[in-house]
């Protein structure tokens, strides 16, 4: 049976997207034994870790995040992450993040999920991709490592590795780890394959990629609105910015991606070893949802969010239904 490698990019709440792709996997025995992820990808991936896969029809913060009613937004915008807004602003960022909120909210003091959690681990590698500002360099959590065995140290070296991957400045303060920045993995690499072609327990490759977006059109608008709605035209302004930044470098990504399969097969091998790195030729199968917005939750459109997960779903079956 095929073995896939899943990557989980970033992408603002266009994640639900990507959390109804690994569902539909999942209930359709899709074997997927290596997950890599950054960004609002990383929620996708512990939520699913946290999910009970034969007694839950869904995974447990996304089935509350999809319903979304009134008190679901308020739980979302008061405790999701541990946000706090700064009390003496600087102008530096936004928020900063409990880390014990972030946890709780993330079901991780719950004792029933951390056993899935640990029990889960067993079958599958999960590598978190980060940037280290310090060094200027992309940098990889090995989650399987660092929970090893699961209890409160570890998930606080965890909890470390995880907001580190999810930090986007300046809506946050970069994270520190050993007197060191880090910031989330999408500034250098928002589709973190690397890791998943130099493990041979893959076969294959599953990626989301959230690039297929009309720029023009989106320009368009902000540049004709009113004068009246700058406040609002700034904010959209400054969230284009921020996702052109942290996705249109994917093109690069997929062009070394194929590079690698191109090299292998011109080469007739497998596999080859490249600057002290062994990469094998994997097939690679990348969905590309058109024109999925990015702000994390919506008011303007509360259906987004289930909209979303859905088209995953719907985009899943389409790409395997007929393997």
């Known amino acids: 049976m095929t073995r896939y490698g899943f990557v989980a990019s970033g992408g603002g709440y266009r994640s639900f997207y990507t959390g109804g792709v690994l569902v539909w996997l999942k209930k359709n025995k899709v074997p997927v034994v290596h997950l890599t992820s950054t960004s609002s990808?990383?929620?996708?991936?512990?939520d699913y870790l946290l999910w009970d896969w034969q007694g839950e029809e869904l995974p447990p913060v996304l089935a509350r995040t999809l319903r979304l009613d009134v008190t679901d937004v308020f739980h979302i915008f008061?405790?999701?992450l541990g946000l706090r807004p700064q009390l003496l602003p600087t102008g530096t960022h936004l928020?900063?993040?409990?880390?014990?909120?972030?946890?709780?909210?993330?079901?991780?003091?719950?004792?029933?999920?951390?056993?899935?959690?640990?029990?889960?681990?067993?079958?599958?590698?999960w590598d978190i991709r980060a940037t280290n500002l310090s060094q200027r360099r992309g940098w990889v959590f090995k989650v399987n490592e660092i929970l090893a065995t699961i209890d409160d140290t570890s998930l606080d070296a965890f909890m470390e590795a995880?907001?580190?991957?999810?930090?986007?400045?300046?809506?946050?303060?970069?994270?520190?780890?050993?007197?060191?920045?880090?910031?989330?993995?999408?500034?250098?690499?928002?589709?973190?394959?690397?890791?998943?072609?130099?493990?041979?327990?893959?076969?294959?490759?599953?990626?989301?990629?959230?690039?297929?977006y009309d720029?023009?059109?989106?320009?368009?608008?902000?540049?004709?609105?009113?004068a009246f709605v700058l406040p609002f035209n700034s904010i959209d302004t400054h969230l284009l910015v921020s996702d052109m930044q942290l996705t249109l470098p994917n093109a690069r990504i997929f062009a070394q991606a194929a590079l690698i399969n191109d090299m292998l097969a011109a080469m007739g091998q497998r596999s080859a070893e490249?600057?002290?790195?062994?990469?094998y030729a994997k097939p690679l199968h990348v969905l590309r949802p058109k024109n999925l917005e990015s702000m994390t939750v919506s008011l303007k459109d509360r259906s987004a969010q289930k909209r979303y997960f859905e088209?995953?779903?719907?985009?899943?079956?389409?790409?395997?239904?007929s393997r």
Not at 217 to 222: G, T
Request: hydrophobic share 40%.
């Open 274 to 279: 490249i600057a002290g790195r062994r990469y």
């Open 95 to 125: 928020f900063t993040v409990d880390k014990d909120s972030c946890r709780k909210s993330l079901l991780l003091d719950d004792g029933r999920r951390r056993q899935l959690l640990a029990e889960h681990l067993k079958t599958l590698r």
């Open 215 to 226: 720029y023009h059109r989106k320009l368009d608008q902000l540049y004709q609105a009113k």
């Open 162 to 212: 995880f907001l580190a991957g999810i930090t986007t400045i300046p809506y946050f303060k970069a994270v520190t780890i050993d007197g060191e920045y880090y910031i989330e993995g999408g500034y250098l690499d928002n589709t973190p394959l690397r890791s998943l072609f130099e493990d041979d327990d893959v076969d294959e490759i599953i990626a989301v990629d959230f690039t297929d």
């Open 311 to 321: 088209l995953g779903e719907q985009e899943a079956a389409a790409l395997f239904g």
């Open 78 to 80: 008061a405790n999701f």
């Open 41 to 46: 990808g990383n929620n996708i991936v512990i």
